[in-house]
């Protein structure tokens, strides 16, 4: 029987499905990585004898990697084929994680995360286009909600799985377990992905590439510095204002090249546009802003261990994983707009619910309302991510995908800077200019904004057709009659 089931599995009707779990398990492992750092950074300090402070340089080596390469990643899976970058940025990330968990000082760490980032710049957005590539729009919702699940428990994982394994073990063991990870992957890529090339041989746009990555780069490191306790307002300052020239500069390029690095022409698809640009550009600042916060306000606000912190922000993935069975049948029950209105501002209503915790709370009312919000984000985030691509041509994915890997990983930084902001500006409020320490009040004042972009985030959707994803959610629209029993022409 196992035998049979396990044929059934690599059969070639169900390889879209496979190559969809071996893509999230891909992302589960990058991602993963990124936020499962940060808890581990004391005692890796204590093994370079470096101050944990200056650790902060190996995090921001990757994030800035990953600025720099993301927008040439489509290009490269054109040119040389998915299934080969794909299978490059495996093997480099893996072994990038040897070199980090072998590290002995903080030179070979942050040149090992530099490695790291160039794997994972390629990892998202290619293993992305090979599932869009594999998978027709009926199966689009369920393939897409498989891929982008680890987007968001690995966040909230990752502290939690952290304190494990740095208090019972070695904090290199956080990057040794990357390896049988990615040694699977490695040969199920090989034996079931499908190397597709662009037929048309685009040259490289370098201008393009030097001015976006130049210009993400110095946003992300500036917005990333915003986050941190008592950054530099000047630097970061010109690290922001720096950046937006820049890109100011690429945008400006971009538009007049003949085959530029990023192609802007897709914005003027509405469901792309719409799903990256304005409604989940503000969706994604909340999911970003939100497991910031949740950790910082246990800790800080409600005097919790780390420990029972993290093991509080489990509930919100346990409601990730619950939902991701139910959202193709509320898609096709209510259609994406209706779906990512309504299910929005529920999002919101929840995220506004952890401005009334106080330490009083009962952990187990704590609990129950991040499961919501896991519920519900998950819809979410799941359906948006689906529509971005319905409309795209076949021959548009990768630039698609990789314009979309951009902005969302803008974005996700955008929502630690936007969390950090809300915070210090609550603070400078609440004690009439004074900064210090953080209190309940400011996180209430923090969770209040995330509910209202949240909400502003929703009711974008408003804009969308009715009609729009119907193929890939299969619901059906009835247009509103005029006359009661006439259908409206």
Known sequence: MFLARLKRLFAPENRQWLIAAIVACAFFMELLDGSVIATALPQMAQSFHENPVNLSIGMSAYLLTLAIFIPSSGWMADRYGSKTIFLSAIAIFTAASVLCGFSNSLLEFTAARVVQGIGGAMMVPVGRLVVLRGSDKRNLVNLMQTVTVPGLIAPVLGPPIGGFITTFTSWRWIFFLNIPIGILG?????????????????????????????????LLFGLDQLGRPNFDATITGVLIGGGVVLCALAFVHLRRAVHPLIDLSLFKIPTFALTTLFAGTGFRIVIGTTPFLWPLMFQVGFGMTAFASGGLIIACAGGDLVMKVYARQILRRFGFRQTLIFNGLLVALSVLACAAFSASTPVVVIAAVLFIIGLFRSIQFGAFNSLTYVDIPPEKLS???????????????????????????????????????????????????????????????????????????????VIPSVVEGQPQS
């Open 399 to 477: 630039a698609a995908s990789s314009l979309a890997s951009t902005i969302q990983q803008m974005s996700f930084g955008l929502g630690v800077a936007f969390g950090a902001l809300a915070l210090h500006l609550a603070a400078l409020w609440n004690r009439s200019g004074s900064t210090q320490a953080f209190t309940v009040a400011d996180f209430r004042v923090a969770f209040v904004a995330a509910a209202v972009l949240a909400t502003a985030a929703a009711l974008a959707f408003t804009r969308l057709d009715p009609h729009a994803g119907s193929e890939a959610s299969g619901h059906r629209y």
């Open 186 to 218: 490695l040969v199920l890529v090989a034996l079931f992905m499908v190397n597709h090339k662009a037929e048309e041989r685009r040259s490289f746009d370098r201008l393009g590439f030097v001015l976006c990555g130049g210009g993400l780069a110095s």
